[in-house]
């Protein structure tokens, strides 16, 4: 999912990122966080109180802290000493913050970015790009893997040649699709025999050229 993520950030960046999903993503955003259930979640939440270490604690704490990691900004080794100086219930403050996040916000940004990342791995970096240029929605992209499932490499081509309208279709597009490769591959093959009879011909001038 990570890589989904990473592809929506840095097609947004790019500025390929669809009118319509870049609108929706900060539909989203907006949405993401119910502000009276944080403020329900936040006066329920009991402040932890001070319990002050012991010597030998601190001494054992900074002993096991990796202080080049510390000097590069990372902090994580006092999270130890931390939790015990100010002992606090995680599990009773992720209950009570539950509500302050709208469950379907937090559904629908999974659904985008499994999707982009999905499309990636069966269609390649180009037709996760091509289909966050596309989509309106997560509804959208949802198709659009789907599609790549199908379609796997020739996904970036189909959606470049049929554009939004190869979400759009849905099942529809997969006939389209088959057609447009069939038509394709009659005209490569026509061109290929068009040409091999030409080099054919000319080889037969030529022979009977040098017999004469």
């Keep these: ?45 009991v402040l932890p109180s001070f319990n002050a270490p012991s010597a030998a604690a601190v001494r054992t704490a900074f002993g096991e802290i990796d202080w080049r990691r510390a000097a590069r900004g990372d902090f994580s080794g006092f999270r130890k000493l931390i939790s015990e100086m100010l002992p606090m219930d995680i599990a009773a403050a992720k209950d009570a913050l539950r509500g302050a996040v709208r469950k379907e916000a937090v559904d629908e940004v999974r659904l985008l970015a499994s999707s982009a ?3 990636a791995s069966d269609g390649g970096i180009k037709a996760a790009y091509r289909a966050l240029e596309y989509a309106d929605d997560a509804k959208d992209l949802s198709r659009a893997r789907s599609l790549s499932a199908r379609m796997g490499e020739k996904t970036s081509a189909v959606l470049r040649v049929l554009g939004k309208g190869a979400i759009k279709l849905g099942k529809l597009v997969y006939l389209v699709a088959s057609i447009l490769i069939a038509i394709l591959g009659w005209f490569v093959g026509a061109l290929w025999f068009v040409f091999s009879w030409i080099r054919t011909s000319r080889r037969l001038f030529w022979r009977k050229g040098e017999i004469a």
Excluded: P, Y
């Excluded at 947004?12 to 900060?26: D, E, P, T």
């Design 1 to 45: 999912m990570d890589i989904g993520f990473s592809l929506l950030k840095t097609t947004n960046k790019a500025g390929k990122l669809s009118k319509a999903l870049l609108m929706r993503l900060s539909a989203i955003s907006v949405r993401l966080v119910d502000v009276e259930g944080l403020k329900r979640g936040l006066s329920r939440i």
């Design 117 to 119: 990342a999905g499309i």
